[in-house]
């Protein structure tokens, strides 16, 4: 298939924001490719060159991209920043400048979308001594061959800033029409193989029952199941017949494959974490019974001196660390809590009911002080359930969650076989102290906002969370706050610019919900906000009437000893 096949696509899906119009362009585009390309374009609609589980990316830098522009162009790099800084939008920059060259020669190969592919997935693999002009040659070859048009999205691509609005449920349900399978199936594939470029291929190949039949693979990530939110204990008691209570920890979610003596281990993001985590590998190796198995845990970190659980937000350093594992290891040590078991020795076990999963994954797998089974109770008796939510919160958990012991594992949903209690917290008033550029269709707006949160000692305004929820794209009622309405009311406050950050003058309040407050190394008021939520403007207050520092204190000392 040429790429400028795939290009003409891309520019009909960069046009339209109707979701029916982008399925049907990317179905007749899915139905047009060849089998065997199939994962290929099917990564490419999205921006990738790799399954979004898969933990290599292309990583080149947009200093690094302007040097190839400049190298394929002949445009000087002072002409491109230039250009950059008018227009936001390299792909843009690269579209013009190529346009402007010399006219098209002979010697111009047609690309394809193999060798496009193949070489982005060259680049992400580079390393080491002249990596930087291997992967400078590479793209310059590309865009060297390449039209305008085709030029814009290479550009794109390889600074994953496709722009075409293409959700994993777009293409999803793309390919349920292009080969005649239902969505839900085409879904149910994918919770089991994340790779929607292989389900389109097993979608063409085999149809419906080739999807039904997608078995689990060891070594490749599935999604897990969800717990929903309940109202409260008392109701999720009587929701199921037979309930198992365990405690929820703030920690990572981990996945744990075991295949003979290889290890891998998942984040509920699908990420491989294997190599931040030696010492969980370790733990499974010396305790872990089963030859092959996937166990579902939550690692949680801990203080070294204490033992005692530290919030996620430090564990989180852990996850992202490339270097100086060694180090994390001893300054951030984890315990493992595992409370299922979804595959064991050749079989899934998926539409086994959790009670039968509980007394597999017991003797799968022997009990340490750090690898261990979630603290787990068996109980209708609404004081034991309260004393054991008490528990849990006294030693530093978020809650519990409470299973239905009849249910089988849905990967992937929020089904209702799992149900999470927590503390209600109380909305915070903070001030705007700086945001976040948009990209894709919230490019020309401020997407995300940096809150602050006042410092009643020195009346500073710290930094406590990123807040990319919750204001509306577009008004659906006469009282929304839009994207647009925001960024108008930010750019005249705005005193400093680095990259897409900007800081702004500390005078908008917006009140925020959120689901905890956690302590945080990455913010300067030791705080972080967890999934914060745009409620409303708060045109009432100023500045000096916003939540500071010690209510944050007070709040988060307050959720630990809630019952």
């Not at 790429?3 to 047009?32: C, F, G, M, N, P």
């Not at 978020?398 to 990967?411: F, H, R, S, T």
């Not at 700086?434 to 894709?440: A, D, F, I, L």
């Not at 401020?446 to 204001?471: A, H």
Request: aromatic share 8%; charged share 30%.
């Amino acid at each position: 298939m040429h790429y400028s096949k795939l290009v003409s696509v891309y520019e009909l899906l960069e046009k339209t924001a109707a979701r029916l119009q982008k399925i049907d362009q990317i179905a007749e585009l899915l139905k047009d490719a060849e089998t065997e390309i199939l994962p290929k374009v099917s990564l490419l609609i999205q921006g990738r060159v790799f399954p979004s589980w898969d933990e290599r990316v292309i990583g080149v830098a947009k200093k690094l991209v302007v040097k190839v522009i400049e190298q394929t162009t002949g445009f000087s790099e002072q002409d491109i920043v230039t250009k950059y800084n008018k227009i936001g939008d390299l792909g843009l920059v690269v579209e013009e400048l190529v346009s402007k060259k010399r006219q098209r020669t002979f010697l111009q190969k047609q690309l394809t979308v193999d060798h496009v592919f193949d070489n982005l997935q060259k680049v992400a693999s580079i390393e080491g001594e002249g990596s930087v002009e291997r992967k400078v040659s590479l793209i310059s070859e590309l865009l060297t061959n390449a039209k305008p048009n085709e030029a814009k999205y290479i550009v794109r691509t390889v600074l994953e800033e496709l722009r075409v609005g293409v959700a994993e449920g777009v293409l999803r349900d793309s390919i349920g029409k292009a080969f005649a399978v239902s969505p839900v199936d085409v879904e149910n594939a994918w919770f089991i193989l994340p790779d929607y470029g292989e389900i389109a291929k097993i979608a063409k190949a085999k149809g419906e029952k080739g999807l039904k039949n997608v078995e689990i693979e060891l070594g490749t990530p599935i999604n897990v199941l969800l717990a929903e939110k309940a109202p409260s204990l008392e109701d999720a008691l009587q929701t199921f017949e037979n309930v198992a209570l365990e405690f929820k920890f703030d920690g990572a979610r981990c996945l744990i494959h075991k295949k003979g003596n290889k290890i891998w281990l998942f984040t509920r993001r699908l990420e491989d974490v294997t190599h931040a985590f030696p010492d969980i590998v370790e733990l499974v190796k010396k305790n872990v019974k089963a030859d092959n198995c996937i166990l579902d845990s939550e690692a949680v970190g801990l203080d070294p001196k204490t033992s005692k659980p530290v919030p996620f937000q430090f564990l989180s350093t852990r996850i992202k660390r490339k270097y100086d594992i060694e180090k994390a290891v001893e300054q951030i040590p984890v315990k493992v809590n595992l409370f299922d078991i979804v595959y064991l020795d050749g079989k899934s076990l998926f539409e086994i009911p959790l009670k039968d999963r509980y007394l597999l994954l017991k003797k799968a797998i022997k009990t340490t002080e750090n690898f261990r089974l979630a603290d787990h109770l068996e109980t209708k008796d609404l004081k034991e359930a309260e004393k054991f939510y008490k528990k849990s919160l006294n030693e530093g958990n978020e809650g519990l969650i409470v299973k239905n012991l009849d249910a089988k594992y849905q990967p992937g949903r929020h089904v209702g076989y799992w149900l999470k209690i927590k503390p209600t917290m109380e909305n915070l008033d903070l001030v705007i102290v700086g945001g976040v550029h948009g990209t894709g269709k919230r490019t020309g707006w401020i997407g995300s906002l940096i809150l602050g949160c006042r410092d009643e000692k020195t009346g500073e305004f710290l930094e406590c969370g990123m807040l990319g929820t919750g204001i509306k794209e577009k008004k659906e009622q006469e009282s929304d706050l839009t994207l647009d309405e925001l960024t108008k009311m930010l750019k005249p406050l705005i005193t400093s610019e680095k990259g897409n950050e900007v800081k702004v003058e500390p005078k908008i309040v917006i009140e925020v919900a959120y689901e905890e407050i956690q302590k945080s190394p990455t913010y300067s008021s030791g705080y972080a906000l967890r999934f914060p939520r745009f409620i409303r403007l708060r045109e009432d207050k100023g500045s000096k009437q916003a939540d500071n520092t010690k209510r944050l204190e007070t709040l988060f000392n307050q959720q630990k000893k809630r019952s």
